[in-house]
Nanobody, 115 residues
Framework: QVQLVESGGGLVQPGGSLRLSCRASVTIFFFDVMGWYRQAPGKQRELVATLPSSGTSDLAVDVKGRFHISKDETKNTVYLEMNSLKPEDTGVYYC?????????WGQGTQVTVSS
């Protein structure tokens, strides 16, 4: 069974940093693309960052220059490094793995940016 487990969320002040981790129960080579999405209260889930199994990463416009997605294949883990956090970055962050037409999701981790 494929599982994705996120960790690393929490409360941080504006301008601060957090690193989210997403550990897969299978090798991350299983996925064609891995990524991070977020959902703010009252809003739809939106794409934050993607990392294809081969190729370059991509970031949403409003996080470019602040966030970075990376992976450690030896640990079957994908990371989202978040810097210069803003209150509007608050939300539940979900890890996603896509293989063909199938999406796999983690349970989400809460990120709150507030003073």
């Amino acid at each position: 069974q494929v599982q994705l487990v996120e960790s690393g969320g929490g409360l941080v002040q504006p301008g601060g940093s957090l690193r989210l981790s997403c550990r897969a129960s299978v090798t991350i080579f299983f996925f064609d693309v891995m990524g991070w999405y977020r959902q703010a209260p009252g809003k739809q889930r939106e794409l934050v960052a993607t990392l294809p199994s081969s190729g370059t990463s991509d970031l949403a416009v409003d996080v470019k220059g602040r966030f970075h997605i990376s992976k450690d294949e030896t640990k079957n883990t994908v990371y989202l490094e978040m810097n210069s956090l803003k209150p509007e970055d608050t939300g539940v962050y979900y890890c996603n793995g896509r293989r063909g037409w199938t999406d796999y999701w983690g349970q989400g981790t809460q990120v709150t940016v507030s003073s």
